[in-house]
Each structure stands twice: as C-alpha cells, then as structure tokens.
C-alpha cells in the first residue's frame, strides 16, 4: 500500500471550518478512526476501504501518515491526469453512503468540481479530507452549523450526497 503525509493546515482558526488547528486536526483523526474501525465493505469488489486508511498520527505535529487514495478527480482534470474506467460506480457509492450514514458522519467538503473524491490506479472510488465535518450531529462551530443547515435541512444530507457522487463520478468516467 502506498502512503501520503497530511499535515493539518496551521492556522489559529481556519476561516473554513472556524476550528483551531487541534480541533481541526481532531476532527479528521475522529471521523476517519470512526470509519477505518467500521468499515464494512457491500461492493462486490471488497475494497479495503472508501477512505483514507491511518497508518500512523504524529499528534504533535499534527501530521497523518494515510493511505493514498489516488488524486481526487479536481486534480485529475485540472492536471490532465489520464483518466480510467470506473467499474461498479453505483455500487461504490452506495457502499461510500452506507458507511457514512452507519457512522453518522458528513462531510461538508464536496462540490462540483471533484474535490476530495479520489480515483486510485484501481479505479476505487474514496472520500477524502474531513476537517469540515460533523460526528453524530455533534456540531462544533457556526461555521460548520451554516453548512449543517444549508446541507442537511430535513435530514437531506445522505440523499443529496450521493445523487452528488454520482453525477461527479459518471461524469468523470464518461469523459475518456
Ligand atoms: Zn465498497
């Protein structure tokens, strides 16, 4: 397995998530130990996972050592990476869903342009970066309640999530 370093941006509060840097960098440590130690795969594939694996903290210096998930499909079409076939794109998805919903995790941090949805020389689909996101309705800045309200207003979020990963992904497979 292939590994990358993330180092949690430093900063006093970051204007994004209005977290200090321990927050932010415990929130992430949170969110993805939650999903590695409940990761329960429903493709057929068996991945190993949908999200960056830990393989190691450096609490200290606010450093991840992560599994590399491939580059998220922003970087791929800012970079002119060659693009793959994605197989079983529905079925990831809703596995990626699944476990999210299980954990009672969201992640704010997606839009339309790819970001954080990474694409491995497999052709594995994962969600990456959760430093704006929210544990088990557990909301931990005004920051991140704008976004709570604005992306699970009646409950939406899960829904709405996937008919986005969906839209993201077929697009990005399609365009070979
Ligand atoms: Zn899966």
Not at 14 to 27: S, Y
């Amino acid at each position: 397995m292939e590994y990358i370093t993330k180092i949690t941006k430093n900063e006093k509060i970051n204007k994004w998530n209005g977290l200090t840097r321990e927050q932010a960098f415990t929130l992430e440590k949170d969110c993805l130990t939650i999903l590695n130690n409940n990761f329960e795969c429903i493709c057929n594939l068996k991945c190993s996972s949908h999200f960056p694996i830990i393989k190691e903290l450096i609490e200290d210096k606010f450093t991840f050592i992560l599994s590399n998930c491939g580059p998220d499909i922003k970087s791929y079409n800012k970079q002119n990476i060659e693009k793959m076939h994605i197989n079983n794109i529905n079925e990831q998805i809703d596995c990626i869903i699944h476990n999210l919903k299980k954990n009672k995790i969201i992640n704010f941090d997606l839009s339309k342009n790819g970001k954080n949805i990474c694409i491995s020389k497999e052709g594995i689909i994962s969600m990456i970066d959760f430093d704006m996101a929210v544990i088990d309705n557990n909301i931990l800045s005004t920051q991140l309640q704008k976004y709570y309200d604005k992306q699970n207003k009646n409950n939406v979020y899960y829904d709405n999530c996937r008919k986005k990963l969906m839209i993201i992904t077929k697009d990005f497979s399609n365009n070979i």
